[in-house]
């Protein structure tokens, strides 16, 4: 069974994949990354699914990223450490592979393993209020070489660099020129943007 953090929900040709962890904005945990290649297997599994978002439930943030509170745990045993970098993994190598377009359809805060999570989508298209950050620098850590190198297809390795190097948080606007994500839309235009291009 998916963890509550996380859903799949079909409509008609549709599939989405539901972020929905509010009190922690979304922060992925090990549960919510386990979860993630069933569900992606469930919507492949449809016939009649065309096309799967990955989006939030709450249009205030896409996600904030890893979420923290497990760090303590990872750092102190080894085995729970490499059982969550192998969910990771997975999650991303399932969106990654899937054969269906994938989309990821992002309002607000998009961070950390949050961005990383929208990058092995096919395409991203944000709100003019998000804001995207590869931030694991700020903890002392480094990305393995799929996450960086999904970075590094999208805007180029100079551009990488410095997202990784400050690890700091940036605009839509400058997620739109970089290539970061395909196209960014008024915030109360996304979802009907995003649908439009559907159709099409």
Same mark, same amino acid.
């Given at each position: 069974m998916a963890d509550a953090g996380i859903r799949l929900h079909k409509d008609n040709?549709?599939?989405? &994949?539901? /972020?929905?962890?509010?009190?922690?904005? #979304?922060? &992925? +945990?090990?549960?919510?990354? @386990?979860?993630? =290649?069933? /569900?992606?297997? $469930?919507?492949?599994? #449809? =016939?009649?699914?065309?096309i799967l978002i990955v989006r939030s439930e709450n249009p205030g943030f896409f996600s904030a990223g890893a979420d923290i509170g497990e760090f303590s745990l990872f750092m102190a045993d080894r085995n729970a450490r490499n059982d969550n970098r192998q969910a990771i993994k997975e999650a991303c190598r399932a969106l990654e592979n899937c054969p269906l377009p994938t989309v990821a359809m992002i309002? %607000? =805060? !998009?961070?950390? %393993?949050? !961005?990383? /999570? @929208? &990058?092995? !989508?096919?395409?991203?298209? %944000? +709100? $003019?209020?998000s804001k995207y950050g590869i931030t694991p620098a700020k903890l002392g850590l480094v990305y393995g070489l799929a996450d960086t190198r999904r970075l590094v297809d999208l805007v180029g390795p100079s551009q990488a660099k410095q997202i990784l190097f400050t690890a700091g948080i940036f605009s839509s606007h400058r997620a739109l020129r970089i290539g970061l994500v395909n196209d960014i839309f008024p915030d109360d235009k996304l979802e009907e943007e995003t649908e439009k291009w559907l159709r099409r």
């Open positions: 040709e549709i599939a989405w &994949l539901v /972020l929905n962890r509010p009190e922690k904005k #979304n922060a &992925l +945990d090990k549960s919510m990354w @386990a979860s993630i =290649p069933s /569900l992606v297997q $469930e919507a492949v599994s #449809n =016939p009649g699914i065309k309002q %607000g =805060p !998009c961070v950390g %393993g949050g !961005c990383i /999570l @929208a &990058l092995t !989508c096919d395409i991203r298209f %944000g +709100d $003019e209020k």
